[in-house]
């Protein structure tokens, strides 16, 4: 991924398809339409995942809330979005066996009736599930479930297991921009759309682009541009068209972050109602474990939704009767507040009542074409259902070819290659354990690229040759793209991570050809983000 080298093509070159927004819809449909055929540019603002996609439960599933609700309340939304879900669960996996797999989820329950009325459930849930092989529900005693998670309460009766997939949401979807690339898109992070050209029909011909980076403006022609934003994707629908309704209600979800002593498990815990009515996973993220999420309207989308105290005491008072001891606040090691891009309904229904279905809009009068809505599990089927629309607007019959394309670093994986490895490096463990599960078949060019293999952090697998190879090969512009989205690090432990900024940023001064000014107001400006999401959440 060369970003100077694909800059210059955005500027000079003419495309079919010119997909603005770098999260999970936007490179899934940049994948879906270069394989198609189409000449294909994506244009993101910030860094891929930036927003949203990289702050996700981490979870691939259809949604055991949403189907619940479908029966309750006779929602065939509701239980159209669960049966997308399932059947898309495997695909993910397949796709990006290094950066997908799958997960046990416990539900701890009181009592027999409460175990019965959830295993009926999960039984029901794993029904939908097609071409997959992941085992079945089951109904464990009190001794089983503590096999599973011995740091569960003693009051507990039994608890129900079933199985969902589990992904690296950044990765995943910079391995979706990644592929694009490499099957010809031109794919730019760190550039803003700040206006259209129309033509004098009044449909959209080109984009004003903004390299952020170089703050120069450049023009991007394109027969057809798709909206790919999100929770922001009404501005970018008001920019094409004024005349247009907003169609968006946003809402908020936070996490945080506790050490791996909270669960001393693989597996996870489902928490089948707060008394919001929502659901919360307790689940092993990273060698830690991460609680969420939260449901509340949002509204002030200039601002990055972060994690505040109140938000820390909801999730830890929700954890408060499913476990023996529950950690105090000063465990805590971080916490990410991410939206979630919800269409509104007619009714004045809560955010969390929403389905988080995706609709594609048309825009007849600007010729914008809109993916508004959904979620990362069933981001193919919403990639695939756009560029179907994209095909009838520019007269492609071609089929969709993304359900088997392997995704960057996953055809012929196999984890067991760590050994190998460090066999050849002589490394420790972890650290050959992590490169191959966050750059599958493209590990040892890691460590091809570099012969730093220090530690960035002693606590952390993650080494300098990072630093240097997810610069030249994956796009990374900036301290926070490193930190937060190509190692996950920022939203692991944030202390670990202030600490390791200054080693980091002598690395990419280097490769970035930073000026000792640039170094410094890039490490200030990251530092300072860090100290405010502390403070924010009390946490120091």
């Known amino acids: 991924m060369n970003r100077v080298k694909n800059l210059e093509k955005l500027q000079n070159e003419e495309f079919d398809i010119c997909i603005i927004g770098g999260g999970a819809s936007g490179a899934g449909c940049a994948l879906d339409a270069v394989l198609r055929g189409f000449k294909v ?19 691939i599933h259809g949604g055991v809330r949403y189907l619940e609700q479908a029966f309750k309340n006779l929602d065939f939304a509701q239980l159209r979005q669960v049966k997308h879900g399932l059947e898309e669960r495997h695909t993910v996996i397949r796709n990006a066996p290094h950066l997908a797999h799958p997960l046990a989820l416990i539900t701890p329950v009181f009592s027999w009736f409460e175990g019965f009325y959830f295993k009926i459930g999960l039984t ?7 071409n997959d092989s992941m085992p079945k529900a089951e109904w464990l005693n009190k001794k089983e479930t503590f096999e599973h998670i011995p740091t569960l309460t003693p009051k507990l009766h039994s608890s129900v297991m079933y199985y969902d997939g589990q992904l690296d949401d950044a990765r995943y979807c910079l391995a979706l921009a990644h592929s694009a690339d490499e099957a010809g898109a031109v794919v730019v992070n760190h550039a803003s759309i700040t206006g259209f050209e129309k033509d004098t029909q009044g449909k959209l011909k080109t984009a004003i682009v903004t390299d952020n980076l170089s703050e120069k403006n450049i023009t991007v022609k394109a027969k057809l541009f798709i909206n790919c934003t999100g929770p922001h994707g009404d501005s970018i629908r008001l920019l094409a068209n004024p005349d247009q309704e907003k169609r968006l209600r946003p809402s908020k979800g936070v996490h945080i972050m506790l050490p791996h002593e909270v669960l001393r498990s693989q597996d996870a815990m489902l928490i089948p109602k707060t008394k919001d009515g929502r659901v919360i996973f307790v689940i092993p993220f990273e060698r830690e474990v991460m609680v969420g999420t939260t449901d509340d309207e949002y509204r002030d989308l200039e601002k990055e939704p972060i994690l505040v105290e109140q938000e820390i005491d909801f999730l830890l008072d929700t954890l408060r009767p499913y476990l023996a001891k529950v950690p105090e606040k000063s465990a805590i090691k971080s916490g990410f507040g991410g939206l979630r891009p919800l269409i509104a309904s007619s009714g004045s229904k809560a955010t969390k009542k929403l389905v988080r279905d ?7 009068k600007s010729n914008l074409l809109s993916l508004l809505g959904g ?26 070819r993304t359900e088997q394309h392997y995704l960057i670093g996953g055809e012929n994986y196999t984890f067991e290659e760590w050994k190998n490895i460090q066999e050849k490096y002589k490394l420790d463990e972890d650290i050959c354990q992590h490169l191959v599960k966050k750059y599958g078949t493209k590990a040892n060019d890691v460590l091809e690229n570099s012969n730093q293999t220090d530690r960035i952090h002693q606590n952390y697998p993650f080494i300098k040759a990072e630093v240097i190879y997810t610069i030249r090969e994956e796009m990374v512009g900036s301290l926070r793209d490193f930190f937060a989205r190509r190692t996950r690090m920022e939203l692991m432990d944030w202390q670990a991570t202030f600490s390791s ?12 050809a930073w000026s000792e000014t640039q170094k410094q107001v890039n490490i200030t ?10 403070q924010t959440a009390n946490i120091h």
């Open 525 to 534: 400006e990251y530092k300072k983000l860090l100290k405010n999401f502390m």
């Open 41 to 59: 540019a994506l244009i993101e603002k910030q860094d891929f995942a930036a927003e949203t996609s990289s702050k996700s439960t981490k979870l």
């Open 358 to 364: 995706h609709e594609v809009e048309y825009d007849e």
């Open 124 to 130: 029901i849930y794993g029904f939908f599930a097609k």
């Open 375 to 400: 979620k990362w599990t069933t981001y193919r089927l919403m990639a695939k259902d756009t560029i179907d629309e994209a095909c009838k607007l520019l007269n492609n019959e071609t089929e969709c």
């Open 501 to 512: 900024v200054d080693n980091v940023a002598e690395i990419m001064a280097v490769e970035l």
